[in-house]
């Protein structure tokens, strides 16, 4: 198939890159022609402006855009729906708030385009590992598509079947899922996002236990020396706490056993604070998550050990790295 690629980023070039590998037609565009120029060397079309790329496209036309949420996201969208004929899809594979693309995909609706929003998980991995899709919009649409998420999801691999899903929708084995209508992608990566502040604030609470065994606070006979890098590996091997996440924790401990590179200053992207907007909208208790999500906010006044590992965790899954703060 083919698809036209809005967004050249950390995720953006690396889903154009697999794509391709499978076989699919890549027309790519960015503001900054670097990126372009470079997929243009592994056989994409890059092209010059949005209208060129549409213009070199057959209809009906999908285009994703991958791209910050909020403004970066609308305008393009608005710029875009000027463009494409009545049949064509926008897909919205950024972290937009759910609640904008319902807004988006009815106003779309109403020139002849579809919509489609897709929560994507993967990270800086996605070309290696594949990418965990949630998919909102119409059926005939998603399935029309289905090659495209097909060749992006991380597929079966070695991941055992779980009993008793006979007759339920294959496709989540594969990687990817048609969760409902416009914004039904994005409320369920929403909360998905949410879901691994928590995880990610358990395994840097728990490393910072484990390194303060020795504080000098103790009694001298309770002191432990711990190896944290050690001890992350065989939690690795067979224990019941073992994830990517962790697996990224035992990376970075190996490299640097104390995180000293690491300030701890965490930023947050705003999928913690939409999924404790609608938990309050839905009178849904969510205490570990939000206590995750406020010491987020904590860490950018003091820091601790706890957030050095969080820091580390999301520069291994996501490459983000700490914004650099002005003195005192």
Known sequence: MQLGMIGLGRMGGNIVRRLMQKGHQCFVYDRDPAPGATLAGEGAAAAASLKDLVSAMKAPRAVWVMLPAGAPTEQTVEALSGLLEPGDVIIDGGNSFW??????GKALALKGLNYVDVGT????????RGYCMMIGGDKAVIERL???FKALAPGRGAIAPTPNRDGRDSRAEEGYLHVGPCGAGHFVKMVHN???YGLMQAYAEGFDILRN???DALPEAHRLSLDL???SEVWRRGSVITS????LTASALAHEDKLESYSGFIEDSGEGRWTLMAAIEEAVPAEVLSAAL???FRSRQTHTFAEKIISAMRKGFGGHIEPKRPAG
């Open 99 to 104: 609640q904008d693309d319902i807004r988006r």
């Open 194 to 196: 949410g879901i691994e």
């Open 146 to 148: 289905d090659p495209i």
């Open 213 to 215: 065994a020795d504080s």
């Open 121 to 128: 998980s993967g990270g800086v991995w996605g070309l290696e």
């Open 244 to 247: 990517w996440l962790l697996d």
């Open 294 to 296: 406020y010491t987020r």
């Open 229 to 231: 890098a050690d001890i």
